[in-house]
Nanobody
Framework: QVQLEESGGGLVQAGGSLRLSCAAP????????IGWFRQTPGKEREFVGA????????YYADILKGRVTISRDYVQNKVHLQMNSLKPEGTDVYYC??????????????????WGQGTQITVSS
């Protein structure tokens, strides 16, 4: 069941930037934790970053720190993932997710209840 909606994916050149957005079709995020994950074909889903909707600072995967930024838009009720210095790694699918009982397990995808359908990003050389 698709409960969130990602947008902003597409084709980008290596070294370029891209911003993804995540929206909750049924309403606002309230106090949910919103996470971003990516999945490379043939590999496990990988944690990118996460943030609590109405509190605290974002958390990022160590290998992506300095290259990704998560921001919250309280007016449009969206969470954005800004990605810079993209590497030519082919095509990945990015997902946004949300959960109310994530707490300190933000990196664990199984802790998230609501998921989007995913948006595809292709980084070319």
């Amino acid at each position: 069941q698709v409960q969130l909606e990602e947008s902003g994916g597409g084709l980008v050149q290596a070294g370029g930037s891209l911003r993804l957005s995540c929206a909750a079709p049924g309403g606002v995020f309230n106090s949910l934790t919103i996470g971003w994950f990516r999945q490379t074909p043939g590999k496990e889903r990988e944690f990118v970053g996460a943030v609590i909707w109405d509190a605290g600072n974002p958390y990022y995967a160590d290998i992506l720190k300095g290259r990704v930024t998560i921001s919250r838009d309280y007016v449009q009720n969206k969470v954005h993932l800004q990605m810079n210095s993209l590497k030519p790694e082919g095509t990945d699918v990015y997902y946004c997710a949300a959960g109310s009982q994530v707490l300190g397990a933000m990196r664990d995808s199984s802790m998230y209840v609501y998921w989007g359908q995913g948006t595809q990003i292709t980084v070319s050389s």
